[in-house]
Each structure stands twice: as structure tokens, then as C-alpha cells.
């Protein structure tokens, strides 16, 4: 059973930095991508980076690609998120997925399975 579990998570000030892991459990090879998605209060899930299982490859958000950087590290099955120069925007609970995705990995509707969540705070 796939299991992902997100920490890292709090307060920090405008223009700080945080980094966010996901541990991951139970992916088998149908698996494509782990992701890292982004909710606020009445708004959609929103993709922001998601990085390949099979090459590494990555992909990136317009709002996020120039601050947040995706790695994986596979000797202890977790992915990482460095979220650098935060904005009060950046405001939400951060989740972590996998995916099978066929068309686009940025959309919420292409991972079967989530994380619990860790709440990103950014206030002065």
C-alpha cells in the first residue's frame, strides 16, 4: 500500500526558506511521479513541482519554478521540496502525491494517492 508522509512545515517570514519532505512507502513501478501540490482555504489544489521516479526529471509551476526546487533521494525513499524567498501567497497546506499520470503531472486529478498534509505558514 503507497503511503506518503509530508513534514517539515510551519512559520517563517516573508522571504525566508523552508524545505519540505515527503517519505514514501509501497510505490511500485505503474508509479510515474511523486508531486508536490499546495492547498489554501477555498481554492483548488494547485501543482507546483513534481519529480520523475524513473529519470529524475522535473517539473515545475510558473508561480514557484524561479524559488521552489524539487530533489529526490532514493536511498531514503523520500522527495524534497526547498522553498526559497516565501511570499505570504505561499500560505497553504502542502501535500505530497503519486502519480500514473498520462498527460499532465501538475494537475491534482492525474495522483491516486496523498499525503496528510503540513501546514506552510508565511507572516511577519
Known amino acids: 500500500q503507497v503511503q506518503l508522509v509530508e513534514s517539515g512545515g510551519g512559520l517563517v517570514q516573508p522571504g525566508g526558506s523552508l524545505r519540505l519532505s515527503c517519505a514514501v512507502s509501497g510505490i511500485t513501478s505503474v508509479y510515474r511521479a511523486i508531486g508536490w501540490f499546495r492547498q489554501a482555504p477555498g481554492k483548488e489544489r494547485e501543482g507546483l513541482s513534481v519529480?520523475?521516479?524513473?529519470?529524475?526529471?522535473?517539473w515545475y509551476s510558473d508561480s514557484v519554478k524561479d524559488r521552489f526546487t524539487i530533489s529526490r533521494d532514493n536511498s531514503k525513499n523520500t522527495v524534497t521540496l526547498q522553498m526559497n524567498n516565501v511570499k505570504p501567497e505561499d500560505t497553504a497546506v502542502y501535500y505530497c502525491?503519486?502519480?500514473?499520470?498520462?498527460?499532465?503531472?501538475?494537475?491534482?486529478?492525474?495522483?491516486?494517492?496523498w499525503g496528510q498534509g503540513t501546514q506552510v505558514t508565511v507572516s511577519s
Open positions: 519529480i520523475s521516479i524513473r529519470d529524475g526529471s522535473t
Open positions: 502525491g503519486a502519480s500514473r499520470f498520462t498527460r499532465d503531472p501538475l494537475v491534482w486529478y492525474e495522483y491516486d494517492y
